[in-house]
């Protein structure tokens, strides 16, 4: 890896000019296929990282998804870092923790304590850590309940993976009490999935979303979810990047991130059989 390489190199190697390569990265300007393709190979060979052509003195990561070489070079580089439920904590990298499974327990037991036995759960993409967290809390807080886990429906984070969920869900016999989704815009697809089957929410069927968006709030039926306090992830980030910054040895901590149970008209209690 060329740790001093500059845009000027890179669009050099690549036979392009400048401002090609600037579009390509910014996602700016209409650039073809081919020439986008060459520019990103070349950016990929070359290990060219924009930021590092500036002097960085802090970076928030606000992603679950981001290039180990890029950690490295960011670590080498002895530039502060705040991560998102990513890297493990040390010199010069602290973590915000968002705490998943809580926000999953909160709901199990809240749907458990109203009568619910047959619990299904809508998953989200296989790939996305935080998904993988919901979906491992729900079977483990099913199981330390005495409940079999499932149904569990495949989904996308999006309205059409709910809706399909939703109408496969109240074919289901013998029928799941309650509906928990990875997110609320697949509960969002999933209430409108088994309203379309004639199901009644929560009269029939609860369904619960998870982050608290405003889709949660504005949807009709409201929808019980979890607040992982989104409004406080940027005021974290900036405090743990100021105190790696200012610290005349930085280590990095990983700090908590409360999940709150927050309910909506969504869920009640399981209906009499």
């Known amino acids: 890896m060329n740790h001093g390489l ?13 401002a090609t ?3 390509v ?13 060459l520019v990103l190979s070349t950016v990929k060979r070359l290990g060219y990282f924009p930021m590092m052509e500036h002097n960085v003195r802090g970076v928030a990561v ?3 998804e981001i290039s180990l070489r890029l950690i490295h070079e960011l670590a080498r580089r002895r530039i502060a870092v705040t991560f998102l439920d990513l ?9 915000l923790r968002i705490d998943y499974f809580s926000g999953v327990e909160q709901i199990v037991k809240y749907l458990y304590k109203n009568g619910h036995r047959r619990i299904a759960f809508v998953a989200g993409r296989p790939k996305l850590k ?3 967290v919901r979906l491992e809390g729900y079977d483990k807080c099913m199981r330390d309940l005495g409940l079999e886990p499932g149904p569990i429906l495949p989904g996308d984070l999006r309205f059409e993976g709910g809706l399909a969920a939703g109408l496969a869900i109240a074919k289901h016999s013998p029928r799941p009490t309650a509906v928990m989704a990875v997110n609320d815009l697949t509960a969002v697809g999933v209430i409108k999935g088994l309203l379309r089957a004639g199901c009644r929410v929560p009269q029939d069927i609860s369904v619960t979303g998870f982050d608290k968006t405003r889709l949660a709030e ?5 929808i019980t979810t979890v607040d992982i306090h989104r409004d406080m992830l940027g005021k974290m980030a900036a405090d743990a990047l100021h105190e790696l910054s200012c610290a005349a040895d930085p280590h990095g901590r990983e700090y908590q991130v409360p999940a709150e149970l927050i309910l ?3 869920s009640g209690p399981a209906p009499v059989e």
């Open 6 to 18: 500059t845009i000027r190199e890179v669009a050099k190697a690549a036979g392009v000019s400048t």
């Open 21 to 23: 390569v600037s579009n």
């Open 25 to 37: 990265l910014n996602k700016t300007g209409k650039v073809g296929r081919r020439t986008q393709s």
């Open 62 to 64: 606000m992603t679950s």
């Open 87 to 95: 890297a493990p904590v040390r010199g010069y990298m602290s973590n």
């Open 130 to 132: 935080s998904n993988n």
């Open 218 to 222: 504005y949807n009709n039926p409201s």
């Open 264 to 266: 909506g008209d969504s």
